[in-house]
């Protein structure tokens, strides 16, 4: 079983639609991250939390650390939101483990 | 500011052939990471250098796969010799020290194909 799960893995949304990413993991962690990837190109930071929630203009992302679950919301979605979305969390050690990534697609 | 530089960013050679990546982090970044992205997955980490130390490099194939970080700045990536299923992408990342704290940074990558 992979350390880090996400959900779903393909995600087709219409412009405007609030969307939720989930990221669900089974190790002790000191932080956790959510990263952007747009095909052909690399990887974006969009969040780095330890606990509670972060805003960042349409994107949101929460922890609970109890529940081992993070998730990653996008409100009034647009097209250019289209890209592969990654969570990674930070084993104790300082280890990065990726998740498989959400493929997310918002058609106008 | 630059953020982390690779080159190149396509490659498509034969397989048994060497190759080799290069990557620049940010200016300052002590932390560096090697991944390698098969298509559809999460990157995998290969090898983590803290400075010029290898810190991690327990997913490295050290049979064919070597790495370097001389004076703790640039790195490269070598692999030698290539084969079908190193095909992926290889990813430089780079952060002010370890990832607990610090945001890393990703370069655009390279894309290895071997044919």
């Known amino acids: 079983k992979n350390e880090v799960e996400q959900s779903p893995q393909n995600l087709t949304a219409q412009e405007g639609e609030f969307i939720t990413i989930n990221c669900s993991y089974s190790?002790?962690?000191?932080?956790?991250?959510w990263l952007q990837q747009h095909p052909g190109g690399g990887i974006v930071s969009l969040f780095m939390l330890s606990s509670g929630k972060k805003k960042h203009g349409r994107?949101?992302?929460?922890?609970?650390i109890q529940e081992k679950h993070s998730s990653l919301h996008i409100t009034a979605s647009h097209p250019r939101d289209s890209a592969v979305y990654i969570c990674a969390v930070v084993k104790y050690?300082?280890?990065?483990?990726?998740?498989?990534g959400t493929i997310l697609r918002v058609k106008s | 500011e630059a953020g982390v530089v690779q080159s190149p960013r396509y490659k498509i050679i034969e397989k048994k052939q060497p190759v080799a990546f290069w990557c620049n982090p940010i200016s300052g970044h002590n932390t560096l990471y090697w991944y390698r992205q098969n298509l559809g997955q999460g990157p995998e980490l290969l090898i983590r250098y803290e400075n010029e130390e290898a810190v991690d490099d327990s997913q490295l194939p050290k049979d064919r796969f070597s790495a370097?970080?001389?004076k703790g700045v640039d790195s490269t990536l070598k692999i030698q010799p290539a084969e079908l299923g190193d095909?992926?992408?290889?990813?430089?990342a780079s952060s002010l020290g370890g990832t607990g704290a610090?945001?890393?940074?990703?370069?655009?990558?390279?894309?290895?194909?071997?044919?």
């Open chain 1, 27 to 33: 190790v002790g962690i000191s932080a956790l991250h």
């Open chain 1, 59 to 64: 994107l949101i992302a929460t922890i609970n």
């Open chain 1, 93 to 100: 050690g300082n280890k990065l483990v990726f998740g498989a």
């Open chain 2, 68 to 70: 370097e970080r001389l």
């Open chain 2, 87 to 92: 095909s992926a992408v290889y990813l430089c």
């Open chain 2, 102 to 115: 610090f945001e890393a940074f990703f370069g655009q990558g390279t894309r290895l194909t071997v044919v």
